[in-house]
Structure formats: C-alpha cells, structure tokens
Nanobody
Framework: QVQLVESGGGLVQAGGSLRLSCAASGRNFLRYAVGWFRQDLEKEREFVGGIGPINWTIRYGDSVKGRFTISRDNANNTVYLQMNSLKPEDTAVYYC????????????????WGQGTQVTVSS
C-alpha cells in the first residue's frame, strides 16, 4: 500500500515556473514507478511524465518535453515535477500516481493516486 500527497501547485504567470512534489508513504516505495498526470475540466486525463523505480527510466508527454523535468529522491520517498516555461494550456489539476515496477503511460494502469494539486497559468 502506498499513499501519495501532492503539493506545490498554485497560480503563476505564463513563462513562469513551479515545482510540484509527490510525497509517498508506505513500504518499498523504491520498487514503484511514479507517473504525473493532469486533467482540466472535461478533458481526458493526460500523461505528463513518469519515472521508473531503480533503473531511473524517465519519459515525458509530447506537450511538455523540453519544459518539464521529473526527478526522484528515494531517500525521502519524494518525486518532483519541475515545470518551466509554463503556458496557459498547462492549467490543470496535477496528480501523481504509483504502480509497481514498470513505468506505464495509461492512467488505468496505476494503482495508487494522490488527491491532486491545482496549477493555474495566467496569460
């Protein structure tokens, strides 16, 4: 069992930056892949990026490549999403999610979810 708590969301102007944190509790977090997803209004949940467990596999969604960076601090059971050059279309609720072992990109393949944190980018 893994519990996830996101933090770091807020209101930022276009071109600005935010860093989201996903703090995990539970045993063996080192063995879990973590994904970041976002969802805005009536849109489908979108894969933003993710990081594998020990092998450090990292992947990003096409819309954020070159702007967002994912990192992982296994000593503190935390995964970060650094978001730079933010655009109004990045506005959404951002969720982190975890699944054992292999990183996937579909939300229904993740077992554990945080409550989400709102990111709003003004133009």
């Amino acid at each position: 069992q893994v519990q996830l708590v996101e933090s770091g969301g807020g209101l930022v102007q276009a071109g600005g930056s935010l860093r989201l944190s996903c703090a995990a509790s539970g045993r063996n977090f080192l063995r879990y892949a973590v994904g970041w997803f976002r969802q805005d209004l009536e849109k489908e949940r979108e894969f933003v990026g993710g990081i594998g467990p020990i092998n450090w596999t990292i992947r990003y969604g096409d819309s954020v490549k070159g702007r967002f960076t994912i990192s992982r601090d296994n000593a503190n059971n935390t995964v970060y999403l650094q978001m730079n050059s933010l655009k109004p279309e990045d506005t959404a609720v951002y969720y982190c999610a975890a699944r054992p072992q292999v990183l996937r990109e579909k939300s229904d393949e993740f077992d554990y979810w945080g409550q989400g944190t709102q990111v709003t980018v003004s133009s």
